[in-house]
């Protein structure tokens, strides 16, 4: 089957997604992520709509608190249609699992629960800072693994994770454990502020399920041919 990259929604608000949205076929359906910025904006009526122009969507707000409001947050957002969506794995076991049990809760009778998914480091975090600021005194691959391995004991879908990371993930964990891998890059294309990327390609190669790209997309001239582009590298098409 076809896969689609995600497409990270990085604008300030509605009017700029529109903007960008109009670059695409209107029958097209595409896989987008919307974060924080856009999400604090516009609040659930972005997803909503979003979802009525048939996208499907990856909401990234990385939940952490204790379990029974993360559970009753999950709830809502299940109500809201989204397809995937994520928690920090720092917030623990019955964090994550109260997660999934709200997923699951607030998905319609005979609906998909939405594909769940942990942040294990950010990929911003330095192994100096997670041993400064965390006081984790184990090599950073070690604590991603760990949190991954919590993350499928709690029983969530998978991960985020750099696509350097994605191989050792995939190697310890079940056959189906999804790992997200943002940090994409075209070969070459402008790397911006993103330190460790891989191509589309290497990407599959290395075991990640969904990847995740912004600017390459966002910001070309033709946002549909550098799409398209994406997805072919990503599908083998190539
Ligand atoms: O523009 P670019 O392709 O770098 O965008 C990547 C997207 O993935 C951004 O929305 C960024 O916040 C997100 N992300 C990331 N690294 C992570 C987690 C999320 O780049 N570890």
Redesign the pocket.
């Given at each position: 089957m076809t896969q689609r990259p995600i497409i990270?929604l990085?604008f300030p608000s509605k009017v700029e997604v529109e903007a960008f949205l109009e670059k695409f076929p209107k029958d097209e359906a595409l896989f987008v992520?919307v974060?924080m910025e856009l999400f604090y904006q516009e609040g659930p009526e972005i997803v909503r709509w979003l979802k009525e122009l048939g996208h499907s969507v990856f909401l990234?707000l990385k939940l952490h608190d204790i379990p029974n409001t993360v559970e009753k947050a999950m709830t809502g957002l299940a109500k809201l249609g989204v397809d995937i969506t994520n928690v920090h794995a720092a917030g623990g076991k019955r964090m994550m699992a109260a997660a999934k049990a709200g997923l699951i809760k607030g998905t319609k009778p005979g609906g998909n629960v939405p594909v769940l998914i942990a942040?294990t480091q950010?990929?911003?975090t330095s192994e100096a800072e997670m041993h400064q600021d965390q006081l984790i005194d184990v090599p950073l691959k070690e604590s991603v693994l760990h949190y991954a391995k919590c993350a499928e004991q709690a029983g969530l879908d998978g991960v985020?994770?750099?696509a350097l990371e994605a191989e050792l993930i995939h190697q310890k964990t079940s056959e189906t454990f999804v790992c997200l891998t943002?940090?994409?890059?075209p070969s070459g294309s402008e790397v911006?502020?993103?330190k460790r990327v891989v191509t589309p390609s290497d990407a599959r190669k290395i075991g990640s399920t969904y990847i995740?790209?912004?600017?390459?997309?966002?910001?070309a001239n033709t946002p549909y041919e550098a799409y398209k582009s994406i997805k072919n590298e990503w599908n083998g098409e190539q």
């Open positions: 990270a990085d992520k974060g990234d942040v950010l990929t911003s985020v994770c750099s943002p940090g994409i890059r911006g502020d993103q995740v790209v912004g600017r390459p997309i966002t910001q």
